[in-house]
């Protein structure tokens, strides 16, 4: 069997300020996003950090439907049959999956900055209230495509090195 490499894709949301949390939750209540991202990720295998998987059990009682959740957590967790916990992202990065896709908390999107090939960059509009930032993800970024929604924009971003991305123009045009 021919091994090709991981596709790493970010699914995120924020701000026009960066904001992508409040507390264990998210700091806006947008249905629509979360309908696109539960079609974007419906089958698919789920990369998050502990916080993020506890606050997605807190607030629905079990793991999201249909897909594969990887926790990355040096604490361990848990025992559910959809959820696998990871020490590393090393061992993320050798699991058996054509695509991985990464959906938070900060510190998850931090670690794979470097590595992520596609981004899905939901902007949610307004200025909402919160504690977690979205760190940078570099400007490296070619925008794919961009939907507009009635309640928010989702650009999808591609890496490309020779793309010079403008973050700010970006989220402040949401």
Not at 9 to 29: F, K, M, N
Not at 99 to 113: C, E, H, K, P
């Amino acid at each position: 069997m021919l091994n090709l490499p991981m596709e790493l894709i970010a699914v995120v949301a924020t701000d026009s300020r960066r904001l992508i949390g409040r507390g264990d939750g998210l700091p806006w209540h947008c249905p629509e996003d979360l309908r696109a991202f539960k079609a974007l990720t419906w089958g698919q295998s789920l990369l998050m950090g502990r916080r993020t998987f506890e606050s997605i059990l807190a607030r629905r009682g079990q793991p999201l439907p249909a897909r594969k959740h990887y926790v990355l957590t040096t604490r361990g967790g848990p025992s559910l049959p959809a959820a696998h916990y990871l020490s590393s992202l090393e061992q993320a990065l050798a699991l058996p999956v054509e695509r991985l896709f990464v959906i938070g908390g900060a510190s998850v999107y931090a670690q794979t900055a470097d590595r992520l090939d596609t981004l899905y960059l939901s902007l949610i509009p307004g200025l909402h209230t919160g504690d977690l930032l979205l760190p940078d993800l570099g400007n490296r970024w070619a925008a794919q495509k961009v939907e507009q929604f009635p309640t928010f924009s989702r650009w999808q971003l591609q890496r490309n090195s020779s793309a010079l991305f403008e973050w700010p123009r970006l989220v402040g045009s949401g």
